[in-house]
């Protein structure tokens, strides 16, 4: 690729903890669309036959696929709170420093305790796996 | 003096000659899926998931076809343009580029035919009392 010169990039600004919450959001965003495949094999699974199903089981309801599905509320969580934060921002409110660190504290106590909520109903509710 | 309207100078503009049809739709499928996500969080986080006759009866029940299907179309499209710019801000490489975002769209696709064919086929093969 031609080189050309770059702008300054992320390395030149004091970290502010307000980046983290940014570039999690695009994780997030990225293991949530994982999770989209997730769910569509879980169903089609579900779609193809008893067969088909316990493998799906096998796969989701062993330890890694429940670390998984514990994952992806969290991830969800988040990216729920934090797109409201960014719905927020795109109706021009909420746009200074101070408010925006603000609601970066806020988004991270309600991602635990919504995530906190969904995984125990999930897997300490007594729901049967 | 340009015959051009206003309305035909603005439309349409940035790179892609979209306009702001991503950024806009970006916003409607994720306020679509505030309702959508939560339903399905915690309807799955209440499911006996590991019982496929109950999870089938589940998705046949009542009107949760109709909000499966939405939930997989808005997921798959806010999915797809959330992946979209993320392939097209970390892969320099014009080639690897564009067949990201190839792979990322048809993926996309398949998912939401795939996802639809099983909810609809369970839904027309499960009879429940729900």
């Known amino acids: 690729m031609r080189q050309r010169p770059l702008s300054p990039h992320i390395g030149v600004y004091k970290f502010a903890y307000t980046m983290a919450t940014s570039i999690v959001h695009r994780a997030t965003g990225v293991v949530l669309s994982v999770g989209l495949l997730a769910l569509a094999g879980w169903l089609i699974a579900a779609a193809s036959g008893p067969e088909a199903y316990a493998i799906a089981v096998a796969i989701l309801g062993g330890a890694f696929g429940q670390l998984l599905l514990a994952g992806w509320l969290v991830a969800f969580s988040y990216h729920l709170f934090n797109g409201l934060r960014h719905l927020n921002w795109d109706l021009g409110r909420g746009l200074e420093k101070h408010e925006a660190r603000h609601s970066a504290a806020i988004v991270v106590v309600a991602t635990l305790l919504l995530a906190g909520a969904f995984i125990y109903a999930a897997f300490f509710a007594g729901v049967p796996r | ?130």
């Not at chain 2, 003096?1 to 000659?17: E, N, T």
């Not at chain 2, 046949?60 to 997989?72: D, E, H």
């Open chain 2, 1 to 130: 003096m340009s015959l051009r309207s206003p309305l035909g100078k603005v439309l349409g503009r940035g790179s892609a000659k979209q306009g702001v049809s991503h950024w806009w739709m970006q916003r409607v499928t994720s306020i679509a899926l505030i309702p959508l996500t939560l339903w399905f969080a915690y309807q799955v986080v209440h499911l006996p998931t590991a019982n496929y006759d109950e999870v089938r009866a589940w998705v046949a029940s009542g009107f949760t076809p109709v909000w499966l299907l939405l939930f997989i179309g808005a997921v798959a499209w806010h999915s797809s343009l959330g992946v979209q710019v993320v392939i097209e801000d970390y892969i320099p490489n014009k080639a690897a580029k564009v067949s990201a975002l190839l792979a990322s769209t048809f993926l996309h696709i398949v998912v939401v035919v795939a996802g639809s064919y099983a909810v609809l086929r369970i839904a027309f093969t499960t009879f429940s009392a729900g």
